[in-house]
């Protein structure tokens, strides 16, 4: 356990629909960071936020948002999804807003839009 | 967006062989990292590299950052079952954008 919690584990949706994954970091850390992953596109940068903040964005397309809310914990909402949005989104978290030593991810929530 | 090719994409042997796996960019990075990932998981971190030439060992693990701070190696002797996993490895680039590469998936077979 890396004590990166995320849930669901699983999701099939539909096109179109709209889903909200969660995660809630490991204890003290500030700072988490949103990733997907697809087989042809890899581990790719969504989104970070640091104590609240957005700290740093990525590759996230315009339907995608995030939040990190006071106690920390962090959602991911996909909206308007396609089939191309299936894929394992991992959430990751450290200390600071800084990673120079790494990142500690998660189990990941596999999306799967049918 | 910073690229880093890893090699090779599938590495399929024996328990007891000795591999060679390569992340590759022509980027310069602050810092690489090396994770782990098995099904159903997320990535797990091996090692940091931080300095041009540096290496550092961890058991059966040999890693290694370029000079040049824009590749790094990672060898594995006498493999095991256990190895088995998709290997990613990451340049830190900036204060805090971490790059992936396109990982090389290892099987050992027993």
């Known amino acids: 356990d890396s004590g990166v919690t995320q849930t669901p584990k699983h999701l099939i949706t539909a096109t179109g629909q709209r889903v909200t994954l969660r995660c809630s970091p490991r204890s003290g850390d500030l700072s988490v960071y949103w990733y997907q992953q697809s087989l042809d596109q890899g581990l790719q940068f969504l989104i970070q936020?640091?104590?609240?903040?957005?700290?740093a964005k990525g590759n996230i397309l315009e339907r995608f948002s995030a939040q990190q809310f006071p106690d920390l914990h962090s959602e991911l909402n996909l909206s308007s999804l396609e089939l191309g949005d299936s894929a394992l989104y991992f959430c990751?978290?450290?200390?600071?807003?800084?990673?120079?030593?790494?990142?500690?991810f998660g189990s990941g929530t596999r999306l799967t839009v049918v | 967006t910073q690229l880093l090719e890893q090699s090779p994409q599938f590495l399929s042997i024996q328990e007891g062989e000795n591999l060679t796996v390569y992340c590759n960019s022509s980027?310069?990075?602050?810092?690489l990292q090396w994770y782990r990932q098995e099904p159903g998981e997320g990535p797990v971190l091996l090692v940091t590299v931080v300095t041009g030439g540096e290496v550092k060992k961890l058991k059966r693990l040999t890693f290694q950052f370029g000079d040049a701070r824009k590749d790094s190696s990672l060898h594995i002797t006498a493999a095991q079952p256990g190895d088995t996993g998709l290997y990613l490895c990451?340049?830190?680039?900036?204060?805090?954008?971490?790059?992936f590469g396109t990982g090389t998936r290892l099987t050992v077979i027993p």
């Open positions: 980027s310069v990075f602050s810092s």
């Open positions: 990751a978290s450290t200390r600071g807003d800084r990673a120079p030593d790494g990142y500690t």
């Open positions: 990451a340049g830190m680039a900036g204060a805090n954008n971490l790059f």
């Open positions: 936020y640091y104590n609240g903040e957005e700290r």
